[in-house]
């Protein structure tokens, strides 16, 4: 790359920066120049939109004709893999609180159509309820040939971090590269925000949870709930971030192919009950965290079910638990879940149960299948960012949750079976040995010639 071009991407952010055109340009130029030389992170980001590995050029916007008059989509990929193959992708980029434009990207699916390019992929602070959606609606006739790809602004800065602390970069002049598109991107004037509202209907369907009057076909919930899955997608992001792997939501098949299925449930749930729930998966743990927000109770909770040994006693399978919980906290709540039966059949908080493990088994004769344990917070209610900002108590709950129990947890395994030591048998005298014929007897010996 070219110091003139380098300079055209210069990743350090200034006070030069006017207006959302010049914002964009800048966030275009600096990840595209870092895609184009470090091909460990392109290979990372553009891998899972089905790109090939191989040599990737880049260009800013690249002008084209549509129907008379000019576009200029911010950005153009393309790489060379195997085999003469060659991935075109146009890029549409959005900062700050922009949002995608239905009309601008219906032009450019119409462009990378007539050009036969195969994707187009855009990029804004907007996080989809559920991956492989994308927050904008566009015809769907126009997608038969183009695939269009969404990628948050949280996902290009985790997987670049991810890249560089976790996986690692082969060069180490492209690992510093990376470091400073990160840099970049953490800067306040990037444009590249966290996931920082729960929209604009946030405080009137609260209130209405709290009055007892949201209905379920309340136009305003479906936003708020997506917001949720949302705030639990940036969640795993920011875990992931700390831990080095891909922390994914929970969803169904059936959720994931028609996402709407997912938001009419969170719906009847919010207007039912006033609650909120979805889960994470962090791989290698004992299980998924479920993360529950009760509007009404303005409560949070995060809790795991842990598979009980499957032989000791009741006591026995109780203590293996609480040795494993000895950096929680006192207020950690652990339910016990008897064979043949769906509720609870005890429950008590981790400070008295360190005390007497034997609160926790009522009845000594029934088997204890498994175990539920959560620890609770109360919830923001500010639709922002911030202290009493319901995001940060989500993901502050999510945070402490898996570094102080979740983590310790391990899954118990069985013992393997030992080799059973058999023990010579003593010699006796001759006086004391049978002298007939038995099973346990060796042949006999043949009779002398």
């Not at 990840?31 to 992170?41: C, G, H, K, R």
């Not at 006591?315 to 919980?325: E, M």
């Not at 950096?327 to 008590?348: L, N, Q």
């Not at 899954?411 to 059973?420: I, Q």
Request: glycine share 8%.
């Amino acid at each position: 790359m070219s110091e003139e071009s380098w300079h055209e991407a210069r990743l350090i952010p200034t006070s030069g920066i006017n207006g959302a055109q010049e914002q964009e340009r800048r966030a275009t130029s600096a990840l595209l120049a870092v895609l184009s030389i470090v091909p460990d992170y392109s290979r990372s980001l553009l891998g899972k939109l089905g790109a090939p590995a191989g040599g990737l050029t880049s260009f800013i916007e690249v002008p084209f004709e549509l129907d008379g008059s000019r576009v200029y989509p911010d950005g153009l990929i393309r790489i060379k893999g195997r085999a003469g193959r060659q991935w075109t992708a146009l890029v549409e980029v959005k900062t700050g609180k922009n949002v995608l434009e239905t009309t601008q990207l219906e032009n450019y699916l119409d462009v990378a159509r007539a050009e036969g390019f195969d994707a187009l992929i855009t990029i804004s602070n907007e996080i989809p309820p559920t991956p492989g959606q994308h927050p904008t609606a566009v015809d769907k006739r126009k997608l038969r040939k183009v695939v269009m790809h969404h990628l948050p602004w949280s996902v290009v800065l985790s997987t670049a971090i991810m890249q560089k602390e976790h996986r690692g970069v082969s060069d180490p002049e492209q690992a510093w590269i990376l470091g400073e598109l990160i840099r970049y991107l953490e800067h306040e004037r990037s444009g590249a925000l966290d996931l920082d509202d729960m929209g604009s209907n946030w405080v009137s369907v609260r209130e209405s949870v709290l009055a007892g009057t949201l209905k379920a076909n309340d136009k305003a919930a479906p936003e708020v709930t997506s917001r949720f899955d949302a705030l639990l997608r940036y969640a795993g992001l920011r875990l992931g971030q700390q831990l080095g792997t891909d922390v994914n939501q929970v969803l169904t098949r059936a959720e994931i192919a028609d996402p709407s299925i997912r938001t009419t449930e969170l719906v009847k749930s919010l207007a039912s009950e006033g609650v909120m729930a979805g889960a994470i998966r962090i791989p290698h743990v004992v299980g998924d965290i479920v993360v529950t927000a009760d509007v009404r109770a303005g409560k949070l909770q995060c809790h795991v079910d842990v598979d009980a040994p499957r032989e000791g006693r009741a006591l026995t399978r109780v203590n293996w638990l609480l040795r494993q919980l000895k950096h929680a906290p006192d207020d950690t709540r652990i339910e016990v879940f008897v064979a043949r039966s769906r509720a609870s059949t005890a429950a008590e908080l981790l400070i008295h149960a360190r005390e007497n493990p034997k609160m926790l088994v009522l009845d000594p004769q029934k088997e204890i299948k498994s175990f539920r344990v959560a620890c609770s917070a109360k919830a923001g209610t500010k639709r922002g960012r911030g202290r009493g900002a319901f995001i940060d108590s989500v993901i502050d709950l999510v945070d402490d949750f898996y570094g102080e129990v979740l983590q310790h947890l391990k899954a118990w395994s069985a013992a393997p079976p030992k080799l059973r030591q058999v023990e010579e048998p003593p010699e006796l005298p001759a006086s004391l040995s049978s002298t007939g014929l038995s099973s346990q007897d060796g042949p006999e010996p043949p009779d002398p010639v």
